[in-house]
């Protein structure tokens, strides 16, 4: 199945990586400026595209001009599949449109990643920290008291999921109408449906007290669910959602609050917050963290080391087979995580450079090596040079 992406980021590239290793043939097209992530490292590409593009093709077309436009609509004729994350004022513009492309191609699944679906910001603009502003997530994510972002993408991330389950529902309906095949997946919308919990939540505390009452913090106000320092100042993470979960804790780490029928509730001890966590700090700093994974794992707990990222991949479960792919890229070597529970998936490509496979396409769309040539001439398409968004030198200090 060919899937076409034009995409930017992180939402519709990370949408068409997972239906890459699904098994689609991916076309990542381009204008000659690259996507944006391709430039981010020193003037070259970033972590992006080596996650989320090996194993795609890259065509490199000037949608601008209708040289480029009609290489595009042969493509379109050519695919099961277009997703793109473009604005719908560049949609528009370019003919990447549901329209345009369901002129060429009638049985087409066409996917638009937007800041907004239909209603008064329709055509607005939105990037992950703006869903997150607006949805309610980053009210409650706070650095000294400042509303913040959360480090990795996970909006745009869960757009371009939605956008999958999307695809395969038309793609498994046999009876799928237009309408169903004409997909659009807001970034708002998105933060919506995973703030819906929170949401709820609150218009439940609304409704049962006669008052607004909100629960901060990304632990939900639950004492003893968190990070605390070991002695050796290495950070764990435990779990503790339950009174047997609270009873497990304080046995396992000897407390004194162990017994204390004022502790032994839940509601008792979110009364009695800040007392609670001192008392937890207090008993995992007297263990290294060799000795309370002792414990916690005795008394059958959840929890984990806080790990840095350049520990992730050295641990035994994330280094059990099928759950890395070894990509190599520019001579560097790299260990990137599979779609989870696939299976084993095929070795693929590396990431491609910027149109890379920009001749091999064309022929294959029957162009002529007379009219491909006459297309990169007039700057229509563009193959890869060397030395495109390489990354800049480092210099040695001293």
């Known amino acids: 199945m060919r899937v076409l992406e034009l995409g930017t980021m992180i939402a519709a590239p990370f949408a068409a990586h997972i239906l890459s290793q699904l098994g689609a043939e991916v076309i990542k097209i381009e204008p000659p400026a690259g996507d944006t992530t391709r430039s981010l490292v020193r003037g070259g590409p970033s972590g992006t595209i080596i996650a989320y593009s090996h194993s795609k093709k890259a065509i490199c077309l000037d949608l601008t001009t209708e040289e480029g436009k009609e290489v595009f609509r042969r493509l379109v004729a050519t695919s099961r599949v277009v997703i793109h994350n473009l604005a719908p004022s560049a949609a528009r513009k370019l003919g990447v449109t549901a329209d345009d492309c369901m002129a060429v191609n009638p049985r087409l699944v066409h996917v638009h990643i937007k800041g907004y679906t239909h209603g008064p910001q329709a055509e607005g603009l939105m990037t992950n920290p703006i869903a997150e502003a607006a949805t309610g997530a980053m009210d409650d994510h706070r650095v000294d008291d400042r509303p913040t972002r959360f480090g990795p993408s996970y909006h ?31 970034l708002y919308e998105t933060g919506l449906h995973l703030a819906a919990r929170d949401l709820a939540g609150m218009q439940l505390k609304t409704q049962l007290l006669g008052r607004l009452e909100k629960e901060g913090g990304g632990e939900f106000s639950m004492p003893g669910y968190g990070a605390y320092l070991t002695s050796d100042q290495r950070w764990i993470y435990l779990l503790v959602l339950t009174d047997a979960h609270w009873a497990r804790l304080t046995g396992a ?130 193959a890869y040079q060397p030395g495109d968004f390489a990354w800049a030198p480092v210099r040695q200090k001293g």
């Open 156 to 186: 745009d991330q869960f757009a371009g999921t939605y956008a999958v389950i999307r695809v395969l529902s038309a793609l498994l309906d046999p009876d799928a109408d237009e309408a169903a095949r004409r997909i659009e997946v807001g």
């Open 253 to 382: 780490l000897a407390m004194p609050e162990h017994d204390a029928p004022e502790f032994a509730r839940l509601r008792d001890r979110k009364k009695a917050r800040e007392t609670v966590e001192e008392a937890v700090r207090i008993a995992v700093a007297r263990f290294t963290f060799d000795e309370a994974v002792a414990r916690l794992e005795a008394a059958g707990l959840g929890f984990h080391e806080v790990m840095p990222l350049e520990r992730v991949l050295e641990t035994p479960q994330a280094r059990q087979p099928g759950k890395l792919r070894d990509v190599e890229y520019r001579g560097l070597q790299f260990e990137v995580p599979e779609f989870a529970g696939v299976g084993p998936v095929e070795p693929g490509l590396p990431p491609p450079e910027i149109g890379e496979h920009t001749e091999v396409l064309l022929a294959d769309l029957g162009y002529s090596g007379e009219e491909a040539a006459a297309l990169l001439s007039a700057g229509a398409a563009k």
